[in-house]
């Protein structure tokens, strides 16, 4: 019996997604299936993979084009948040997976399908991120997952692929495993297993290597709009062309990767490499604007906040209870984080150098060590006093 006779397939044109097209119509008897490729910026053109598809014997491929949407949906609201997993990997890649989601319920409703596909396998993230997304989105809507059953290594999918006229883009001279969009790239698999091997310079794309960058530094001022980044010096962008022009300028001074060892959802250790050099220098700048027009309290409990944010985007919960009461606080701290930061980029390293804000709570009267100096010096010693109180009394009585 089928499991499914009309299913909506997150396509990629990647091996496990087009061996995914046949495998689900000659093994689990799905008679009909829509792929659905969504356009997140990956920089290359979806005619192909839409060819690729209808050949894997889909009835049709839906093109999606929603980089707005990941941007200002997805990748703002994080920025707001200074999400860095593992304070780290600014979650590039599950930044797009709710979005996906989202795209395979509407489709799936609009189609009339009665299931939704991945090609995900059973070790990584995006397996829960999927699921969890669609059972969120939609839990009556039936999840199927060939890659975490069909049991067949990788030689194996590609040869089963082969049978039906399906290529494998992977090569034994470039055996990395990637995923890319507009917010970066992510770099598995191959030598990279081993995490005492040094990534070679072909993997990455958007960044230089600094013996390859400018011998002059460049200067960047990024201007934000309650949390939101709005400017790149002075000129107003679109969101789309703001996150592409950091990219480029991010990664032709270095900027942006990343290698480090992440604990999986699963419970697995995987060494991974990434290129995000726009969403690690707006987030930087984000986080450095913040201290100049958040109150001490409020940026101390939001850094907590952000930790639990980025494991919950990691773990596939976007569109979870707790999530969605996180965003209602993150927004309120947003309201007076207008202001612009200005970046040095040079040999690798995006440093502030610079920011100043309408709302600013840095007073100079206040700050000042010169003639100009305000602040009220006697009450310190009275401050003093009632701040170390509990400690005193505490020695006193320990003697």
Same mark, same amino acid.
């Given at each position: 019996?089928a499991?499914?006779?009309?299913?909506?397939?997150?396509?990629?044109?990647?091996?496990? *997604?087009?061996?995914?097209? !046949?495998?689900?119509?000659?093994?689990?008897?799905?008679?009909?299936?829509?792929?659905?490729a969504?356009?997140?910026g990956?920089?290359?053109?979806?005619?192909?993979? $839409?060819?690729?598809?209808? +050949?894997?014997?889909? =009835?049709?491929?839906?093109?999606e084009?929603?980089?707005?949407?990941?941007v200002?949906?997805?990748? /703002? !609201?994080?920025?707001?948040a200074?999400?860095?997993?593992e304070?780290?990997?600014?979650?590039?890649?599950?930044?797009?997976?709710?979005?996906?989601?989202?795209?395979?319920?509407?489709? #799936?409703? $609009?189609?009339?399908?009665?299931?939704?596909?991945h090609?995900?396998?059973? +070790?990584?993230?995006?397996?829960?991120?999927?699921?969890?997304?669609?059972? =969120?989105?939609?839990?009556?809507? $039936?999840?199927?997952a060939?890659a975490?059953?069909?049991?067949?290594?990788?030689?194996? *999918?590609?040869?089963?692929g082969?049978?039906?006229?399906?290529?494998a !883009?992977?090569?034994?001279?470039?055996?990395?495993?990637?995923?890319?969009?507009?917010?970066g790239?992510?770099?598995?698999?191959?030598?990279?297993?081993?995490?005492?091997?040094?990534?070679?310079?072909?993997?990455?794309?958007?960044?230089?290597?600094?013996f390859?960058?400018p011998?002059?530094p460049e200067y960047?001022?990024?201007? /934000?709009?309650r949390?939101?980044?709005?400017?790149?010096?002075?000129?107003?962008?679109?969101?789309?062309t703001?996150?592409?022009?950091?990219?480029?300028?991010?990664? $032709?001074?270095?900027v942006?990767r990343?290698?480090?060892?992440?604990?999986? %959802?699963v419970?697995?250790?995987?060494?991974?490499?990434?290129? *995000?050099p726009?969403l690690?220098?707006?987030?930087?700048?984000?986080?450095?604007?913040?201290?100049? *027009?958040l109150?001490?309290?409020v940026?101390?409990? +939001?850094?907590?906040?952000?930790?639990?944010?980025?494991?919950?985007?990691?773990?596939?919960?976007?569109y979870?209870?707790?999530k969605g009461?996180?965003? =209602?606080f993150? #927004?309120?701290?947003?309201?007076? %984080?207008?202001?612009?930061?200005?970046?040095?980029? /040079?040999?690798?390293?995006?440093?502030?150098?610079?920011? +100043?804000?309408?709302?600013?709570?840095?007073? !100079?009267?206040?700050a000042?060590?010169?003639?100009?100096?305000?602040?009220?010096?006697?009450?310190?010693?009275? /401050?003093?006093?009632i701040?170390?109180?509990?400690?005193? %009394?505490?020695?006193q009585?320990?003697?």
């Amino acid at each position: 019996m089928a499991r499914a006779k009309k299913v909506v397939l997150a396509y990629s044109g990647g091996v496990d *997604t087009s061996v995914c097209i !046949p495998y689900l119509k000659e093994e689990w008897g799905v008679q009909e299936v829509i792929a659905l490729a969504a356009d997140l910026g990956q920089g290359e053109e979806l005619g192909p993979i $839409k060819a690729k598809a209808l +050949k894997a014997g889909a =009835a049709r491929c839906l093109v999606e084009d929603r980089k707005e949407s990941f941007v200002k949906d997805y990748a /703002f !609201p994080a920025i707001q948040a200074n999400a860095l997993y593992e304070n780290r990997y600014p979650l590039s890649t599950a930044l797009a997976r709710p979005l996906i989601a989202k795209l395979l319920v509407e489709a #799936a409703a $609009k189609y009339g399908a009665d299931a939704v596909a991945h090609g995900c396998t059973g +070790k990584g993230n995006d397996q829960v991120r999927f699921d969890v997304s669609i059972m =969120a989105l939609d839990p009556h809507l $039936k999840v199927l997952a060939p890659a975490r059953e069909w049991g067949m290594s990788r030689e194996e *999918t590609i040869a089963y692929g082969e049978k039906f006229g399906i290529t494998a !883009p992977v090569k034994k001279s470039y055996p990395y495993s990637i995923d890319c969009n507009l917010l970066g790239r992510s770099i598995e698999a191959g030598p990279l297993e081993d995490p005492m091997t040094e990534p070679d310079e072909e993997v990455y794309a958007i960044t230089r290597a600094i013996f390859a960058t400018p011998d002059e530094p460049e200067y960047v001022e990024i201007g /934000f709009e309650r949390g939101i980044p709005v400017t790149i010096n002075d000129e107003a962008l679109d969101s789309v062309t703001l996150i592409s022009r950091l990219n480029e300028l991010g990664g $032709k001074h270095g900027v942006g990767r990343i290698d480090m060892v992440e604990n999986r %959802v699963v419970g697995i250790k995987s060494r991974e490499i990434y290129e *995000t050099p726009g969403l690690l220098l707006l987030i930087q700048a984000h986080r450095d604007l913040e201290t100049l *027009t958040l109150t001490a309290d409020v940026t101390s409990y +939001k850094r907590g906040i952000e930790h639990t944010y980025s494991n919950l985007v990691y773990g596939g919960l976007w569109y979870s209870p707790l999530k969605g009461a996180l965003d =209602a606080f993150i #927004a309120q701290t947003q309201e007076r %984080v207008s202001g612009t930061v200005r970046i040095k980029l /040079f040999k690798g390293n995006g440093t502030i150098v610079g920011r +100043k804000s309408a709302n600013s709570l840095y007073a !100079p009267d206040l700050a000042t060590y010169g003639v100009d100096d305000k602040f009220d010096h006697k009450a310190a010693e009275g /401050f003093i006093y009632i701040w170390g109180l509990p400690t005193k %009394v505490w020695s006193q009585i320990r003697v």
